[in-house]
């Protein structure tokens, strides 16, 4: 569950820390944005927002990892990527005005910066620099979306599931023990590679038996 905190942390120092799209905002801007915005602490399992509601901000990860999803017509997940430090999500619906696309689920514990839709709005309207870094990002988010679109249809689920492992991986890490940095269940990674767990549990026997994990 969301918890108010008063260790708040200050946005320009993060945004360079973490390249994030905030860096373009001006001096005015930033202390704006560091008095308007609502710092939370969230716990493995909360929710910060469901696909098909109404949003009136966005979401800056201050730490920890969000699981960003969309739920299809037999409530199956399909992940859409996980964000971490300096990472923004929601702030398409936000711009948009609709409805929340995704739904996001936290599954590391968690430090988030809730910030008000008119901000952001502001922001783009007003500050160019800003605006074309979200531009940037969100053709980056597409391009993204585009080649898992090509992965689905021209990959084998073997070859798709070895491709999500190297990119966990290379995003997360390796702990000492040779285990990646991020906790996910069978269902989760299934839920990744967009096949049934029962698929993706056969596959990862195989790739042990292969001495490939």
Do not use: W
Request: hydrophobic share 40%; proline share 1%; net charge neutral.
């Amino acid at each position: 569950m969301k918890q108010h905190d008063y260790t708040i942390s200050f946005c320009d120092k993060c945004a360079f820390e973490n390249n994030s799209v905030f860096r373009f905002l001006t001096r005015d801007e930033t202390d704006r944005l560091n008095f308007e915005k609502d710092f939370r602490r969230y716990k493995r399992g909360d929710i910060l927002y469901h696909e098909g509601n109404r949003i009136s901000g966005f979401y800056c990860i201050n730490s920890g990892i969000i699981k960003v999803f969309k739920t299809g017509v037999d409530g199956k997940e399909q992940i859409i990527r996980f964000a971490r430090k300096g990472e923004i999500i929601a702030y398409r619906s936000v711009l948009s005005n609709e409805p929340a696309c995704t739904s996001a689920k936290v599954i590391e514990d968690s430090q988030v910066c809730f910030i008000p839709s008119e901000l952001l709005i502001q922001f783009v309207k007003t500050n160019a620099a800003f605006a074309f870094e979200v531009v940037k990002l969100t053709c980056h988010e597409l391009a993204e979306a585009n080649s898992y679109i090509t992965d689905i249809a021209q990959k084998t689920v073997r070859e798709r599931v070895a491709e999500v492992l190297l990119s966990l991986v290379n995003d997360f890490g390796l702990d000492d023990q040779n285990y990646l940095r991020i906790s996910l269940t069978r269902e989760e990674l299934a839920n990744i590679v967009g096949t049934a767990t029962e698929s993706v549990i056969r596959l990862l026997s195989e790739f042990k038996s292969d001495r490939l994990i």
